[in-house]
């Protein structure tokens, strides 16, 4: 029998609210009755009525015991809270097998909140897990907040009115209209907690100094000479005023609003200080702060419970040991971090964890003149975490260009999902450290994960994000992301005043993948006109996608003509412009052109890189990217043939009988493959030469007897294989032969099989990785490919273009579209395959690992000639693709940001 109360932990949730306010949602239990009593007690007489459809003031006894007493099964309900006080209440009860009516209250002073939105988001995710399918809800028709919450949600609501009260009914199936309302929701929320943060009015930092050496002393000097546009708090206990400003004993005793805190106390004090800011109904808290999971466990333990007590009361976290904030908009100038100046404002927003390495960022981008609109240091980022800043900078007008450095990655699902829709509207350029290691940093706890290098890379290449190996190769990407428009293909000309320079740009190119046309010599007197005629003359040829300048100054030159004739053209052109402009690096003064939001370098300013082939390097990304954007990017195909629950009934069936998981026998795996339209080639067990004689006609003939070991389900390769048998009398002849080789050991099975076509070989793989959950992978079968990793890896859920660029990604391509003459195979039959799976994989957690192969594929089609599959029991339920929900450490180390 299942444990019902299993489900509880995975129902629990911090969820964020449309103000950005952070709370909890929990299954209610009896402990909750006196909770329960208070909360009805501030709900309105109006809020009741509506309700209950008549003057309820008051829950009985009996009421409070039917409301908190369920069994999380036919009748299930959930709490939202905020510090422990109950604001909103959602249930459902079954009526059927398959329907459940559903009801809400919540809180007159939370209602608009989206607090009955993220109930019924949850309920009808645990009725899906419950095999419901269908919600009804009667409804009064005054209330029409209740209506629009139901009709908002996405759902096909239909109903009709009868004794005047309106009935409404909806099945839950995780529609794509639904889908998109709660990611619109969630992109809303979790974007508006950020902006909280960028855009405060109003700032305390506790901790502040008088001691010129301390980080307190640092972080309001740094508010104050930033000229931030709102009001700087001191907080200090001990002292009466700190640097020229009034100082105040706690963040209580300030008398006007706070937005923003700054923490820079001792690790032991911070947990008193989040106390004391929610008291004041502080939104978020920058934790400068160090001394916590970078210390090890007993700082993992401290860290743990910062997060929780600041989820509890609804505060969002930065940090802890961060470098801070920053937002260079002219109507904020928010510098609350440790960087002793304000980076050049302009369009890139830059997220990083390491505070120390947050430093050295700032300084590059200073020295570069490449402008910052926001930046966040994240430290441990217990909270708020890359994710976060994807979802705000996608709707942020000032932010066009988005730089990661990434020490860990939480949630690479939900990373994938939001930066690949980011990704279609503003460039993403991320690093990934610890490529080689696949390390985590001290104070970065995250699972461990199993997958190789190539699933990574394949996560950011499905998103669209441009992948770069260092902090300089990020900077060059992004000066012409930030300035130059993108090429609409990748064929290059290359204008310049050295001839080896000119070479070595056209070596570069091509090593890049880059198509260059014929280079223009100049020669190395040519002058400011010389450069403006080649210039204009490459831009207009239609055939010329972007353009390379290269100028070495001649003896006593200042180059400053040029220098105007690039930057004239640069403002004006249509197509990218890149140069070497006296081995400058960065946007030179002389190349940049007025940017009209004020900031330090303007569109169609030209970069500069000291060596060519960097910057070669930097445009052939760009052109990659530009690519990716301008294609279509497919659709999710739906799920018509797949028999899901039939699988799930066989996973289940296999842990009933071996809890700890087990691998699945030959006729399991045919079973579940069938259940998603996927057919392995009929083998057919036997134990005699009557039986063979028997299964091969049964066949029709043409067919192959196989002997091996009691292994052989799992590894038919081991078997021993007799080819070529058409009639009885072929086949006595293989089971003598093969009776003979086995000397008819006990352990000795043996396998009638249809004879398969000759085809090229390949396989197919899904996994369940602890980190990035569900993946597939495919490539040719055999050691060449396994010696040179030349596989793909896809995270599902996949589209149809990139079951295709799985496919298409493979060095060994060629093979399978026709190599020398050869028939392409059945390529669409292959993305049929890796859809299949990747379906089969999303839907089904249990399935630590499953193995088809071989394949072999033709042009004709495919025949699957075996595959291995092993279950273990799992808690991930996909939930978090269904219904929001703030990442949350569930043990001691594990967090996902």
């Known amino acids: 029998m299942t444990d019902l109360t299993a489900d509880r932990p995975s129902w629990e949730a911090d969820v964020l609210l449309k103000d950005g306010r952070v709370a909890q949602l929990r299954p209610i239990v009896p402990a909750d009755a006196e909770k329960l009593v208070e909360f009805y007690a501030r709900v309105s007489d109006e809020s009741k009525y509506l309700r209950f459809f008549a003057p309820y003031p008051t829950l009985s006894q009996r009421d409070v015991a039917r409301f908190t007493q369920v069994d999380q099964d036919r009748r299930v309900a959930f ?12 249930r459902y009860d079954a009526v059927t097998d398959d329907e459940a009516e559903v009801a809400f209250l919540v809180e007159d002073a939370h209602q608009g909140r989206g607090v009955a939105q993220l109930l019924l988001e949850h309920l009808a995710q645990a009725g899906r897990e419950r095999g419901l399918a269908e919600f009804t809800a009667d409804v009064l028709p005054s209330n029409n907040r209740m209506m629009q919450v139901f009709r908002e949600m996405g759902y096909r609501v239909g109903g009709q009115v009868e004794d005047g009260v309106q009935r409404l009914s909806f099945r839950i199936d995780p529609t794509d209209s639904a889908l998109d309302v709660m990611r619109a929701r969630e992109q809303r929320a979790e974007a508006t907690s950020i902006e909280r943060i960028f855009e405060a009015r109003s700032i305390a930092v506790v901790g502040a100094s008088r001691r010129q050496d301390s980080i307190g002393q640092a972080m309001v000097r740094n508010l104050v000479l930033g000229d931030y546009q709102g009001s700087v ?122 505070g120390a390495l947050g430093t050295a960022i700032l300084e590059s981008v200073a020295r570069r003149g490449l402008g910052l609109s926001t930046f966040v240091s994240a430290g441990n980022r217990a909270d708020v975490s890359g994710n976060d800043l994807l979802q705000y900078w996608s709707e942020d007008e000032t932010t066009e260009v988005v730089l990661l450095y990434l020490e860990s990655i939480g949630n690479p699902r939900k990373f994938s999902r939001i930066a690949r829709r980011v990704s279609q509207s503003k460039p993403i350029v991320a690093v990934k450290s610890g490529r080689s290691t696949q390390g985590v ?138 140069s070497t402009f006296l081995g400058s690096e960065g946007v030179p003064e002389l190349l940049r052109v007025a940017d009209v939001r004020g900031g330090s370098a303007g569109r169609g300013s030209v970069p500069s890189y000291s060596a060519p082939e960097s910057a070669v390097r930097a445009l052939a990304r760009v052109v990659t990217y530009a690519e990716w954007a301008s294609r279509d990017h497919g659709e999710y195909p739906a799920a018509l043939d797949h028999r899901t629950g039939d699988a799930r009934a066989i996973v289940q069936e296999v842990l009933e009988q071996a809890p700890r998981g087990a691998v699945l026998s030959t006729e399991q795996v045919h079973q579940l493959l069938a259940c998603y339209g996927i057919d392995l080639w009929t083998w057919i067990n036997v134990h005699t030469v009557e039986e063979a004689i028997e299964a091969a006609d049964s066949l029709g003939w043409d067919v192959v007897l196989k002997a091996g070991s009691e292994h052989l389900r799992a590894r038919p390769d081991l078997a021993h294989v007799w080819r070529d048998i058409h009639d009885a009398d072929d086949m006595k002849e293989a089971w003598e032969g093969l009776t003979g080789w086995t000397g008819m050991r006990a352990e000795t099975r043996f396998f009638v099989q249809r004879s398969a076509p000759d085809g090229i070989p390949v396989s197919f793989t899904v996994i369940e990785d602890p980190l990035f959950g569900p993946l597939v992978s495919f490539g040719l079968a055999g050691a060449p490919s396994e010696l040179l990793g030349d596989r793909a890896y896809g995270i599902p859920p996949l589209t149809d273009s990139d079951a295709e660029a799985m496919i298409a990604g493979l060095r060994s391509a060629p093979l399978l579209y026709g190599y020398r003459g050869s028939d392409p195979v059945d390529i669409p039959g292959l993305q049929d395959v890796i859809l299949r799976l990747a379906a089969m ?43 929001r929900r703030l990442s949350r450490p569930s043990v001691l180390g594990d967090t996902l940001a």
């Open 441 to 578: 940093p001290v104070g970065h706890a995250v699972k461990r994960s199993t997958a190789p290098q190539a699933a990574v890379d394949a996560m950011f290449r499905q998103a669209g994000v441009i992948q770069v190996d260092t902090l300089e190769e990020m900077f060059d990407v992004a000066q012409i992301l930030a300035h130059q428009p993108l090429p609409a293909g990748n064929r290059i000309s290359v204008v310049g005043n050295s001839d080896a320079m000119g070479l070595l740009v056209a070596d570069a190119a091509t090593a890049a993948g880059l198509q260059v046309l014929d280079p223009v010599p100049l020669g190395a007197n040519a002058n400011a006109d010389d450069f403006e005629v080649a210039i204009e003359a490459a831009l207009a040829n239609p055939d010329v996608d972007a353009l390379m300048v290269v100028y070495i100054p001649p003896i006593n030159t200042s180059g400053e003509e040029v220098a105007d004739v690039l930057a004239a053209v640069g403002e004006q052109s249509d197509k990218p412009i890149v």
């Open 841 to 883: 994989k999303d839907d089904l957690p249990e399935i630590a690992e499953l193995d088809l192969e071989p394949v072999l594929v033709t042009a004709q089609g495919f025949s699957a000639l075996s595959a291995r599959a092993k279950v273990v029991p799992s808690s991930d339920r996909r939930g978090e693709w269904y219904v």
């Open 233 to 354: 708090y001191a907080v200090n206990s001990a002292a009466e005023a700190v640097s020229g400003l009034p100082a105040y004993k706690t963040v209580k005793d300030i008398p006007g609003e706070v937005d923003l805190a700054i923490v820079a106390v001792p690790a032991e004090s911070v947990n008193d200080v989040v106390l004391d800011c929610a008291a004041k109904g502080v939104h978020g808290l920058v934790v400068i702060s160090a001394g916590f999971a970078e210390e090890g466990p007993a700082g993992r333990k401290r860290q743990r419970t910062l997060l929780n007590l600041c989820r509890s009361y609804g505060l969002r976290l930065v940090g802890p040991n961060c470098l801070g904030v920053i937002n260079t908009t002219q109507a904020v100038q928010l510098n609350a971090s440790l960087a002793t100046s304000m980076p050049p404002q302009g369009r890139v927003g830059f997220f990083c964890q390491s």
């Open 79 to 90: 709490v939202v809270t905020l510090h422990d006080d109950i604001i909103g209440v959602g």
